[in-house]
């Protein structure tokens, strides 16, 4: 079947650089992704979404950029605080009547000080 | 405005017993999810309903049930549990397959 997996299990940066993390989807129907930071002890926590007929969406101090032609996405952390540590995982839906995510396994970013 | 709510936050089982989890969401979505997240499985579903009075089947579903009477609950219930099913539990609730999942806290479980 269909999977979304995740190019580095861990990261570690420093405080006050930029954090890329990324992930790679093999399903080309998928039109929607979805970053989620999870700390440790808690749920999921939505960060930032991008739909396929975008390349490119900016939040607050987060970038994602999807790259259709090699079914690559990734998530930009301006400025990584302490407070950025956490596992992050991304999500696609396949599309059509389905409304299911599958999710990626995460990658741990840890933000030394 | 809480989002979802789920209980207990944690519950050791003994084998056997019977246990269900509750979910409660206060964002009137459709879409309500049960997940499990296991150390290197990462979050995989286990049952799911698209809108109240219908249910399906994710991709782990065996030893457990679920009902959806109304928007708000859906209760995931352990008939018999067994200790593989020690995990974390995540509720989650959505509008459809272009709009996001929202999380709960989340519920640990231990079966021994």
């Known amino acids: 079947g269909e999977s979304v997996g995740l190019h580095l299990p861990t990261l570690s940066v420093q405080e006050g650089d930029n954090s890329i993390i990324n992930c790679a989807y093999s399903n080309s129907a998928s039109d929607y992704f979805i970053w989620y930071k999870q700390e440790s002890g808690k749920g999921p926590q939505f960060i930032i979404d991008?739909?396929?007929?975008?390349d490119k969406r900016q939040g607050q101090r987060v970038t994602v950029l999807l790259n259709k032609t090699v079914k690559h996405l990734s998530l930009q952390i301006a400025a990584t605080q302490p407070g950025d540590s956490a596992v992050y995982f991304c999500?696609?839906?396949?599309?059509?009547?389905?409304?299911?995510?599958?999710f990626g396994k995460g990658t741990l970013l840890t933000v030394n000080p | 405005i809480a989002g979802i709510t789920q209980a207990p936050t944690s519950q050791i089982l003994a084998a056997g017993r019977r246990m269900t989890l509750r979910c409660t969401q206060d964002?009137?979505?459709?879409?309500m999810y049960w997940y499990r997240q296991d150390l290197g499985l990462g979050l995989r579903l286990i049952h799911y309903?698209?809108?109240?009075?219908?249910?399906g089947k994710g991709e782990v579903p065996d030893g457990y049930s679920v009902s959806r009477a109304n928007t708000d609950d859906f209760p995931l219930t352990l008939a018999s549990a067994v200790p593989s099913q020690t995990s974390v539990y995540f509720c989650?609730?959505?509008?459809?397959?272009?709009?996001?999942?929202?999380f709960g806290p989340g519920t640990r479980l231990t079966v021994l």
């Open positions: 991008i739909r396929s007929n975008m």
């Open positions: 999500a696609e839906n396949s599309g059509g009547s389905n409304y299911k995510l599958t």
């Open positions: 964002m009137r979505h459709n879409a």
């Open positions: 309903s698209n809108t109240a009075g219908t249910t």
């Open positions: 989650a609730a959505g509008e459809g397959h272009t709009d996001t999942q929202y």
